[in-house]
């Protein structure tokens, strides 16, 4: 976020009255590589940004005194397993261009991880913060290269570096992005047009899941997190654990016909049977007061009331 002052930066972060579960942020200037939905045009400033264009990303932090960079551009896990070399590009060199950055204009750095970090090899339920992490995907490489080059610089930098590893993160307003997890944003927008939705992970298949409202609360509050207080620079961060076919039962009870078939893929299989099935976030809930407000339950009634709403103002049919 661009601040003018210590106090101006202490008041960007504000709880909105109607909804206290979501901290809307001022003085923040979104960027992408493609042209955003008109809303993120009317929410404030958006610039566009090459993670792999250096110099277009010096001008931007110049110019506009940024001093916080959250960085998000990363291929997910089954795009990457796709096309490695373009996701070693965007998520490593992308990343060095990022972490060079930082230390050249002193920017405070937030980066995410995710539960793709860890792999067969690691402690699956729960998987703590420091364990054994050889995932067997690019993209979970790339995630742990990320985690370590963030707390080498901290170390010998000074660098304000803060990572959390997120889950599989549920939201009504982007549709799936190429990853493991995206099943669990499509069937409820399948179920809300179709009736129908088919599965490519098993029925059994539990993954660690967080709703976008928590997701960004999370980023934010550890954000402003005083330093003293992290003994850590990377943190798992949880909310709820559920199968295809828990969050389908959840689903039918607001939408009793769901019908839901399974049809696993190899390939994105492979990758889930890899990943933890629960996280212990007990350290971001002791250092900095982590703690989760969306379960199943909420997580489901939030996602079909608003994918509902926008397909109705869009004029879309609804089942
Ligand atoms: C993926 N949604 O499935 C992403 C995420 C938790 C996994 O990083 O690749």
């Excluded at 997910?76 to 992308?94: D, F, H, M, P, Y």
């Excluded at 009504?172 to 179709?194: C, E, K, R």
Aim: with cysteine; charged share 20%.
């Amino acid at each position: 976020p661009r601040q003018n002052s210590r106090r101006n930066s202490q008041d960007s972060i504000q709880s909105t009255a109607e909804n206290p579960r979501i901290l809307i942020t001022e003085n923040v200037i979104l960027s992408d590589i493609k042209k955003a939905p008109p809303e993120v045009y009317r929410s404030g400033p958006f610039v566009y940004a090459d993670v792999l264009d250096y110099k277009n990303l010096r001008e931007l932090v110049v110019n506009n005194r940024i001093t916080w960079l959250v960085h998000y551009s990363a291929l997910l896990s089954v795009v990457g397993e796709a096309n490695v070399a373009l996701a070693r590009k965007i998520n490593i060199t992308g990343l060095h261009n990022v972490l060079d950055l930082a230390l050249e204009s002193c920017l405070r750095l937030f980066v995410p991880s995710t539960i793709g970090a860890f792999g067969p090899s690691s402690p699956r339920d729960p998987a703590p913060d420091l364990c054994v992490q050889r995932p067997h995907t690019i993209y979970g490489v790339s995630k742990v290269h990320a985690e370590l080059m963030g707390e080498y610089l901290h170390h010998k930098y000074g660098l304000d570096f803060r990572c959390l590893r997120y889950p599989g993160i549920i939201s009504a307003n982007t549709q799936p992005g190429g990853g493991t997890t995206d099943y669990a944003v499509q069937i409820f927008h399948d179920a809300l047009s179709t009736g129908h939705h088919e599965c490519y992970l098993r029925a059994d298949t539990r993954l660690p899941m967080m709703h976008i409202g928590d997701c960004h609360r999370a980023t934010v509050e550890f954000m402003h997190a005083p330093e003293c207080q992290l003994s850590l620079r990377t943190y798992n961060i949880a909310a709820m654990s559920f199968t295809p076919e828990e969050v389908s039962t959840e689903i039918r009870k607001h939408l009793p016909h769901l019908k839901v078939t399974y049809n696993p893929d190899s390939v994105r299989q492979t990758i889930a049977d890899s990943w933890p099935v629960r996280f212990d976030d007990s350290n971001a809930q002791r250092d900095w007061g982590w703690k989760s407000t969306y379960g199943l339950e909420e997580l489901v009634s939030d996602m079909l009331s608003t994918i509902h709403d926008k397909k109705t103002n869009a004029g879309l049919p609804v089942s």
